[in-house]
């Protein structure tokens, strides 16, 4: 079953920790290719140093303050694209950064092109599965826009772990430090 607009439609942290299990699906060249989410990280308003956001709206973060559901990707460090889900109520910016996935279906194509590499980094899962300028503001409910995120299997508590958000070098406290990082750990994913 796809995630519908009103699961996206709640508090960021909420949504980041229940994207845990849930199945990332992108068709890729009429490939279908399928993930569980690994690793989460929540970005939460304007006031959230960490949060591109926090410049207000922009062009680039336009898809951020949009109806919750839909694509944010970005491009970073001048080659990497980042995958996020937009959440909470329409006009407010926040998104969930899709961290890394557990490659489940056509784990041959994601692995030919990332060059035999795994897929557990954000820039590393959109390689991966093809995703890109493309597939900025994509609302991520329809399968018509070829990306979409499945309800998965429940992962519990006790597999995962909570932590500050990783590579905000040059983020002031107490932002650089607040636990809104989700990530399974120590736990099989049985198919």
């Not at 990280?41 to 949060?51: K, M």
């Not at 591109?52 to 970005?74: E, I, S």
């Not at 950064?97 to 557990?120: C, H, K, N, Q, Y």
């Not at 958000?165 to 736990?187: A, D, I, N």
Request: charged share 20%; net charge positive; proline share 8%.
């Amino acid at each position: 079953m796809i995630l519908p607009h009103r699961f996206y439609n709640r508090p960021t942290l909420t949504v980041a920790r229940e994207l845990i299990g849930a199945r990332l699906v992108r068709i890729l060249d009429g490939v279908k290719l399928v993930g569980i989410i690994t690793e989460t990280e929540g970005y939460i308003g304007e006031s959230d140093l960490a949060c591109h956001a926090r410049a207000g709206r922009t062009p680039r973060t336009l898809p951020m303050y949009g109806p919750p559901g839909r694509a944010y990707v970005y491009f970073t460090y001048g080659h990497h694209w980042m995958l996020n889900a937009v959440t909470e109520e329409d006009g407010f910016p926040a998104a969930v950064l899709i961290r890394a996935i557990w490659p489940i279906e056509g784990a041959e194509v994601m692995s030919a092109r990332r060059g035999g590499r795994d897929t557990f980094g954000p820039g590393k899962l959109c390689q991966a599965l093809g995703i890109g300028k493309g597939e900025n503001n994509a609302d991520l409910t329809a399968p018509a826009s070829g990306l979409w995120i499945e309800a998965g299997m429940n992962v519990p508590n006790s597999a995962v772990t909570i932590s500050p958000r990783v590579g905000l070098y040059t983020v002031p406290e107490p932002w650089k430090s607040k636990p809104w990082r989700f990530l399974v750990k120590g736990w099989k994913i049985e198919l």
